[in-house]
């Protein structure tokens, strides 16, 4: 899984489960940073959602269950 594609998951559920379009989902999720396994052994990855509260909480709730699959992803 690359960062894009997990950008993509993200959109897809957010969009399924809580309405709005794709367009808006994707600025308030944002680009997925891809760190070193180095220093982040057990998950590799982050994102800094932008929004409203409702909006934010959304995306934190889906990054808790996508990290429990996808616990480490490449760069592009």
Not at 3 to 11: K, Y
Not at 29 to 38: I, R, T
Not at 43 to 63: H, I, K
Request: a negative charge; hydrophobic letters at 40%; one cysteine or more.
């Amino acid at each position: 899984m690359t960062a894009s594609d997990l950008q993509s998951l993200f959109v897809t559920n957010l969009v399924r489960y809580n309405s709005g379009d794709r367009r808006r989902w994707r600025l308030i999720v944002g680009d997925v940073k891809v760190y070193s396994l180095a220093t982040h052994a057990h998950c590799n990855w982050a994102v800094t959602p932008s929004g409203s509260a409702s909006e934010v909480d959304a995306v934190e709730r889906l990054a808790d269950r996508l990290r429990e699959d996808h616990p480490i992803i490449t760069a592009d």
